[in-house]
């Protein structure tokens, strides 16, 4: 059984850092790409940032690149997401997963505001 577990979000100032956290069960996490998402009130989930499997390749959407970084511990089965200079229009519920697996987990609220 897939669980993600998604945790580190919170209220914080424009301007703000904030570092996500997911760990991962039921699979092999280490052997699987990581795609962090995010789904603000109204609008679709985008995909935020991706990372392989080595964690050697990244890949960001152009509204975050520059500021967010993705990276993961393989013997901790945890992708992480730096979140840095955070904007008000990153507010919004920040889910990961692998990209073959069509469920999400329960996601972690961020909000940007003052």
């Known amino acids: 059984q897939v669980q993600l577990v998604e945790s580190g979000g919170a209220l914080v100032e424009p301007g703000g850092s904030l570092r996500l956290s997911c760990t991962a069960s039921?699979?092999?996490?280490?052997?699987?790409?990581m795609m962090w998402y995010r789904q603000a009130p109204g609008k679709e989930r985008e995909l935020v940032a991706s990372i392989t499997a080595t964690g050697s390749s990244t890949n960001y959407a152009d509204s975050v690149k520059g500021r967010f970084t993705i990276s993961r511990d393989n013997a901790k089965d945890t992708v992480y997401l730096q979140m840095n200079s955070l904007k008000p229009e990153d507010t919004a519920v920040y889910y990961c997963k692998p990209p073959w697996w069509a469920r999400w987990g329960q996601g972690t609220q961020v909000t940007v505001a003052s």
């Open positions: 039921g699979f092999t996490f280490s052997v699987n790409h």
